[in-house]
């Protein structure tokens, strides 16, 4: 079985300031994909970023980036120069042999002025 | 290029009674899914299509939730005799291939509200 632990239920930033957000996960697949998706108020999911778990670099997507670490089974979403744009909330996903995202909790988000 | 849409955005239903709603994805995609998302958590999957064919459904789906995709292009998910544990917003999402790299792209949801 899949799971993502997303243990940061908020967190504050200020504007222009970096922040990290941790996501671990667990799965016996040999190979799968982690994602990111940003949750605003309104309602829709929308795609970060992704890292597969082949990939020798961490994936990067603009002010995204992923910190990807295999071993540790790590893959925390770091945001750099943070915008009040970017409170909202964000979930760590994985898919493995199957065709389904497994999000975890996610972790609110927001950026002070 | 349109992004996917849902149909209606909310609804409010009675204790009991049946819901339909409605997903279009976006055009040419042939994978569709369905999540349900409560209060504090993050979506869960419930099912999905490839084309035409439902190829995967979550044991959530209990047999009061039927789901079809009849041409392959948009997606209907029935709840019948709802009860106030099925309040969330219901997420559609599609795709369009399986690669493992391959987002999938979320429409704006369906709330939905059981009293």
């Known amino acids: 079985a899949q799971k993502i632990t997303q243990t940061q239920p908020g967190m504050f930033v200020q504007e222009k300031e970096a922040v990290t957000l941790d996501c671990t996960y667990d799965?016996?697949?040999?190979?799968?994909?982690l994602f990111w998706y940003k949750q605003p108020s309104s309602g829709e999911m929308i795609f970060l970023i992704y890292?597969?778990?082949?990939?020798?670099q961490n994936a990067t997507e603009g002010r995204y980036s992923l910190n990807f670490q295999k071993a540790r089974k790590s893959a925390n979403l770091v945001i750099s120069a943070s915008q009040l744009g970017d409170s909202a909330m964000y979930f760590c996903?994985?898919?493995?042999?199957?065709?389904?995202?497994?999000f975890g909790k996610g972790t609110k988000l927001t950026v002070n002025p | 290029d349109t992004g996917v849409s849902q149909d209606p955005r909310h609804k409010i239903t009675k204790r009991g009674q049946n819901v339909t709603f409605r997903c279009d994805p976006i055009?040419?995609?042939?994978?569709l899914y369905w999540y349900r998302q409560t209060l504090g958590q993050g979506p869960e999957f419930l099912t999905y299509?490839?084309?035409?064919?439902?190829?995967?459904k979550s044991r959530l789906l209990s047999d009061r939730f039927s789901a079809e995709r009849p041409k392959g292009s948009f997606s209907t998910l029935e709840i019948q005799r709802t009860e106030q544990g099925d309040s969330a917003m219901y997420l559609c999402?599609?795709?369009?291939?399986?690669?493992?790299?391959?987002?999938?792209?979320f429409g704006p949801g369906t709330r939905l509200t059981v009293t």
């Open positions: 055009s040419e995609h042939n994978r």
């Open positions: 890292q597969g778990s082949y990939d020798q």
């Open positions: 999402a599609s795709s369009l291939t399986w690669d493992r790299a391959y987002e999938q792209y």
């Open positions: 996903a994985m898919r493995g042999g199957s065709e389904k995202l497994v």
């Open positions: 299509f490839q084309n035409e064919a439902q190829l995967e």
């Open positions: 799965t016996s697949d040999p190979s799968y994909g």
